[in-house]
């Protein structure tokens, strides 16, 4: 993207408030996996990243490592098409599922691990998993056990990785 996608503009805020607002909406409550002093404005509380530059693994192991709750939704900044009733049926089936990781998969098969519930007891695998060298989250996944959760209607789970997908994003 070029930029931090978490600050980016939108509908009068910031593209991370808004999907915080959701994941808090869904969740009951909400943490920011990130530098403290960047993200504070969008007004939840944030943890420092235990791996920093390991991308979105570290992110999640932190978000594992620092929780009480058993489950976990772990959600990327970059998805504006999320919304709270799809995000509490996630968490729903997640939490009924005898698995470490429910991840959605939309009509391609493609699971979605950025958008996904984690039990807690997932935390150390990942921590292995990172001091090991591995940052792909699928990748770190494999020694865990994981339920692909299919649905018919992916588009909310939409992410915005290029200015260009920005710019036809913010268009319509």
């Not at 969740?27 to 979105?56: C, F, I, N, Q, W």
């Not at 056990?145 to 209607?153: G, I």
Request: charged residues 20%.
């Amino acid at each position: 993207m070029g930029r931090d996608k978490a600050l980016l503009p939108f509908h009068g805020a910031t593209l991370g408030a808004h999907v915080a607002a959701v994941v808090a909406a869904a969740a009951g409550s909400m943490t920011v996996v990130g530098d403290p002093e960047k993200y504070a404005s969008l007004g939840y509380p944030v943890l420092p990243d235990r791996s920093p530059g390991a991308g979105p693994l570290g992110g999640i192991e932190t978000a594992l490592y620092h929780t009480r709750a058993d489950w976990n939704l772990v959600v990327a900044c970059d998805m504006p098409k999320l919304t709270a009733e799809f995000l509490r049926e996630l968490l729903d089936a997640g939490e009924h599922r005898q698995a470490g990781v429910l991840l959605p998969a939309g009509p391609t098969g493609r699971p979605e691990p950025l958008v996904a519930v984690y039990h807690r007891c997932c935390g150390p695998a990942l921590r292995r998993a990172l001091d090991a060298g591995v940052r792909r989250v699928t990748e770190a996944l494999a020694s865990l056990d994981v339920v692909v959760w299919e649905m018919h209607n992916a588009a909310c789970l939409e992410n915005l990785n290029t200015p260009e997908e920005w710019a036809r994003y913010a268009a319509h």
